[in-house]
């Protein structure tokens, strides 16, 4: 059955969502396969994909463009794209505009912003048009430089109280979900009992509804020391560098390929 924003807000205090993110059709297959519950094409695919060091770089066209990619390797899971830098935050009508081209071009079920009550006005008209939208609190890496780097957020108590009150505030505009992101885990708690949608975690601890993980983190498929709320399950880097190092080898000494990867002229084979 395919999941909703409706269903999947229906999930808060019922059971954990599981999120993951995926940026094309094999990633997209995979977590479809995998049975996660929603898959968030996300502009970390500037820094999981795309080579860049932060966000800020990837475009609306990068979005749109994975985006359709991601559509095509989905059936079931809920399909939530971030709205990239500067596509939303300088008003309610370019925010409108490319929310709908995510939706339109890109497929998406929902959009995700990032900020808390400078960005209720835009979540507002999303709303208002139909686009469902998931909030992003804590962490937003779209004001790296504003934050003065990857910090985790709300240490202090009228930081955590201003992450309790921004969360109200997206609930209130009409967010379906939040993602709380590098927040501590009490931090967490506070905003989970504060609304009634489902707050999604990434660095924030398990009292949270559910979880979301860059694919190619929890793959091991990245180069250099993750963050620390991340749990390698795999070591695709390794295994990956490791099989086509078996396969250059196996080329220079012509040991591939064997007879049986050649086509032979008295047969009539398909390519498959």
Same mark, same amino acid.
């Given at each position: ?5 409706v269903?999947?807000?229906e ?12 940026? /094309? ?13 929603a898959?968030?094409?996300g502009?970390?695919l ?7 060091? @932060?966000? !800020?770089?990837?475009?609306? %066209? ?22 990239p830098?500067? @596509?939303?935050?300088?008003?309610? %009508? ?7 081209r995510?939706?339109?071009e890109?497929g998406? /079920? ?9 960005v ?11 686009? *469902? ?22 240490? @202090? *108590? /009228? ?8 969360a ?7 967010c379906?979900? !939040?993602?709380? %992101? ?15 949608v *489902? ?13 979301v993980?860059?694919?190619?983190? !929890?793959?091991g ?19 990956a ?15 591939? *390929? ?9 047969k ?5």
């Open positions: 059955m395919k999941m909703t924003t269903a999947f807000q999930q808060k205090g019922k059971r954990p969502l599981v999120m993951v993110t995926a940026y /094309d059709y094999p990633t997209a297959r995979t977590a479809e396969e995998a049975g996660v519950d898959v968030l094409v502009d970390s500037g820094m999981a994909v795309l080579g860049y060091d @932060s966000t !800020l770089p990837v475009t609306m %066209e990068d979005m749109i463009h994975h985006s359709k990619a991601v559509r095509r390797g989905l059936s079931r899971a809920l399909m939530v794209v971030d709205m830098f500067m @596509s939303y935050q300088v008003g309610v %009508e370019d925010a409108l505009r490319n929310a709908g995510l939706v339109q890109g998406a /079920d929902a959009v995700k912003l990032e900020g808390g009550e400078p209720v006005p835009q979540i507002r008209a999303l709303v208002r048009s139909g686009i *469902p939208v998931m909030g992003h609190l804590g962490l937003t890496p779209q004001s790296v430089h504003q934050l003065g780097g990857y910090k985790v957020q709300g240490r @202090s *108590p /009228d930081a955590a109280a201003r992450i309790v009150e921004d109200r505030r997206l609930e209130e505009a009409g379906f979900s !939040l993602v709380l %992101e590098c927040v501590p885990q009490s931090v967490a708690a506070e905003v989970r009992d504060a609304v009634s *489902p707050v999604i975690g990434i660095g924030a601890g398990v009292a949270c509804d559910g979880q993980l860059v694919i190619h983190d !929890l793959l498929w990245t180069y250099g020391k993750p963050p620390r709320f991340v749990k390698q399950y795999a070591n695709f880097a390794e295994w560098a490791q099989a086509v190092r078996t396969y250059a080898e196996e080329v220079r000494e012509g040991r591939f *390929p064997t007879v049986l990867h050649t086509y032979q002229d008295e009539k084979e398909t390519v498959s």
